[in-house]
């Protein structure tokens, strides 16, 4: 059978919490109908911008189920679902395979620095237990371990692996893999200072798998839309340079800490931080305010903005 292709943007979700802080379903509800009417493709819930590291084992679990039942048939829903050991990873593969997930992301597992060669086989070890369409997360600043071109597309033959998202500086790797046209969906991280972007949409990329469609969706889609003619390449030129100050303001911390304290600026329904995660204050939050404003995403998107907010900004 052929492979699941994903193309276009493919938004990290963060995840909303009510007041006592607990998952706000009724808010996870909105946060997709938004992404889904505005071009997103697909969706990854519990991914580091979804602080799944702060989400305990039941709260990710009723996060799989509960917006597994959200599904409308126009947007993936995948799901952050990598474990601290080999075990871990199947079982929460299968929960969410039998919960209704169409797919799910795995980086390696966090802090245990496993050689490269440990975490290939582990990437084949889970992909062989369960039949659900997967993507690999390439991340060594958030887990250590690198992966070479070679040991990616090794893992690429896989039938169950069908997308790829790059989060290194490397061009080069980026490239070979493009080159050797393998059957997946290459993605890269949004962040304007890896400078994976251009490079990944120009050689022949499928999109990007990124955070700042949280609160800039139609844009992000427009810039992760493959190129397959001279007006997809202009129009993502423009469309990139113009969006480049809200990048760089999503990246000004600690992902979610930038993209999630903006989210809650500008009246999306998100809640707060899980600690000991700290919202942005005073300037540093004030300056994505006024990016937001001088984009016009604020009039664009009805986005409800706070007096003391918009006066500072």
């Known amino acids: 059978m052929p492979k699941l292709r994903i193309e276009g943007s493919f938004v990290a979700l ?7 802080g607990s998952p706000d379903f009724g808010a996870f509800r909105t946060l997709l109908k938004f992404q889904e009417d505005h071009g997103t493709r697909a969706v990854l819930m519990m991914g580091s911008t979804g602080e ?3 989400l305990s084992a039941e709260e990710k679990k009723q996060v799989i189920v509960e917006t597994a039942k959200m599904k409308s048939g126009k947007m993936l829903f995948f799901y952050g679902c990598t474990g601290n050991n080999t075990e871990a990873t199947i079982a929460n593969l299968r929960f969410a395979r039998d919960a209704g997930a169409d797919g799910a992301i795995l980086a390696a597992p ?21 039949d659900l369409p997967l993507g690999i997360y390439n991340n ?31 061009v080069g790797q980026v490239a070979q893999i493009l080159a050797a046209k393998p059957d997946v969906a290459v993605m890269c991280c949004d962040s304007p200072n890896l400078g994976l972007v251009v490079p990944t949409m120009s050689l022949g990329g499928h999109g990007t798998a990124n955070m700042t469609g949280n609160v800039a969706p139609a844009e992000m ?8 003619s001279y007006a997809e390449a202009e129009g993502f030129r423009q469309e990139y340079l113009r969006l480049l100050p809200l990048l760089h303001f999503t990246y000004s911390a600690i992902n979610p800490v930038a993209v999630k304290s903006l989210m809650k600026a ?20 004030a300056k994505g305010v006024r990016i937001v404003q001088e984009l016009g995403l604020d009039k664009k998107y009805g986005f409800r903005i706070g007096r003391s907010l918009a006066a500072a900004a």
């Open 221 to 228: 889609a427009a810039i992760s839309t493959p190129w397959r």
């Open 140 to 170: 060594p600043p958030r887990v250590k371990t690198d992966l070479h071109w070679d040991s990616l597309l090794r893992l690429f033959r896989h039938p169950n692996y069908v997308v790829h998202k790059e989060s290194t500086t490397r």
């Open 52 to 54: 799944t590291s702060l």
């Open 14 to 20: 963060a995840t909303p919490f009510n007041r006592d």
């Open 110 to 130: 966090a802090y245990i620095c496993g050689a490269e060669a440990d975490i290939e086989q582990f990437f084949l070890e889970v992909a062989d237990a369960v």
């Open 266 to 285: 500008v009246g999306l329904p998100v809640g707060d931080l899980r600690r000991p995660l700290r919202a942005l204050e005073a300037e540093a939050l």
